[in-house]
């Protein structure tokens, strides 16, 4: 498709300046038998109720100004305003539904089931691509050789602003990927050609949390290495309503990938029934938190006691004892009033 111009373009909301409000990328332009070895794009956004961020997210994708690349939006039904975004911007993008799915692999799986392009990289709707993403990506694999895996940098932000770059690497051996927030790259910053997602299988539909850090596993365990460009790419917003919250789900959901890789990364059954049994703790430990944040001291401990009861070791770390130690020691004020009510 032609990229679309500021100006093709609705207007932005007041008061919204800067990209992708009212500044585009710069039109890329190349001929003769390079023109011909462009690779196409195919940008698949995920979103369920993210009507705050997501038009954002569409502009910065649709001002990338590159002349070959398809836009695909999968919706999970949202009861938003992300509909009504999402039309207004209807004509420029290839394809687009909304519809109760699985969650967001499986939205992005169906994003690529109808892709087109030659390379693939999904943004999600509260994320957004940085100015030239493409078109650095593009040059970067006309001028290295046709890297089948590239990678750029990621910057965090929140609303306050700029907080950092994702300090992205790739480790020497994929066991490194079979722990909980054992990821190394920025997703939003991550482009593969069509041929590699196929052969890795995309993701997986069962995994809410880990399925780009699957989908990397995978890739490594293929032998293939990412290309890195030291470029920004992409911004990843950092906010509280953002899955990284949810701790204890990203350390739930390494289990299966240890169970599923560690024969392939080398682990024996004695170390794969270590490993699965730490995270256990780690899950507990996490959890124990979450319970007290959302429900009180008395149900964590509770939660904790039975923890401690099935599995005697739980408090065999450091960091667990700790956390006893706080749940435990009731403020001398709360003490008293505990007594007073024959209660404690």
């Known amino acids: 498709m032609r990229p679309p111009s500021l100006k093709d373009l609705p207007d932005p909301p007041p008061a919204k300046t800067g990209w992708p409000w009212t ?87 169906k994003g690529f089931d109808k892709a087109s392009g030659d390379f693939f990289g999904f943004v999600n709707s509260d994320d957004m691509l940085e100015k030239d993403a493409l078109a650095s990506v593009a040059r970067c694999y006309l001028e ?20 950092r770059l994702f300090d992205k690497w790739w480790p020497e051996d994929m066991e490194h990927y ?39 596993l995978k890739i490594g365990l293929e032998g293939v290495r990412p290309f890195f460009l030291e470029k920004t790419l992409s911004r990843y917003r950092d906010h509280m309503e953002t899955k990284s919250q949810d701790t204890s789900k990203f350390h739930e959901e390494a289990v ?35 319970i007290w944040r959302r429900t009180g001291r008395w149900a964590a401990i509770c939660f904790f006691l039975r923890r401690v009861m099935k599995h005697p070791d739980f408090v065999s770390e450091r960091k667990v004892m700790g956390l006893g130690r706080r749940l435990f020691m009731f403020p001398v004020s709360r003490v008293a009033e505990l007594a007073e009510r024959k209660t404690l």
């Open 178 to 216: 079979l722990q909980a927030f054992g990821n190394t790259l920025p997703q939003p910053s991550s482009f593969w050609r069509k041929d590699l997602h196929r052969r890795v299988g995309g993701f997986d539909p069962f995994l809410h949390y880990v399925f780009d850090q699957e989908f990397f």
């Open 23 to 109: 500044e585009q990328s710069v039109f890329f332009s190349i001929s003769g038998e390079t023109k011909q070895a462009l690779p196409k794009f195919s940008v698949v956004t995920p979103s369920f109720n993210q009507g705050r961020y997501i038009e954002e997210t569409i502009r910065s994708v649709l001002l990338q100004g590159y002349p070959d690349f398809e836009y695909i939006v999968i919706d999970g039904g949202s009861t938003d305003e992300t509909v009504e975004i999402i039309t207004k911007y209807s004509r420029w993008i290839r394809a687009w539904v909304s519809e109760a799915d699985r969650g967001q692999s499986d939205a992005i799986n």
């Open 256 to 290: 299966p990938l240890i169970e599923k890789y560690g024969p392939r990364c080398r682990l024996s059954e004695a170390e794969i029934r270590k490993r699965t049994h730490r995270i256990a703790n780690d899950v507990s430990y996490f959890k124990t938190f979450e």
């Open 144 to 163: 290295n050789g046709n890297p089948p895996f590239i990678v750029g940098d990621c910057l965090i932000f929140d609303e306050t602003g700029p907080k």
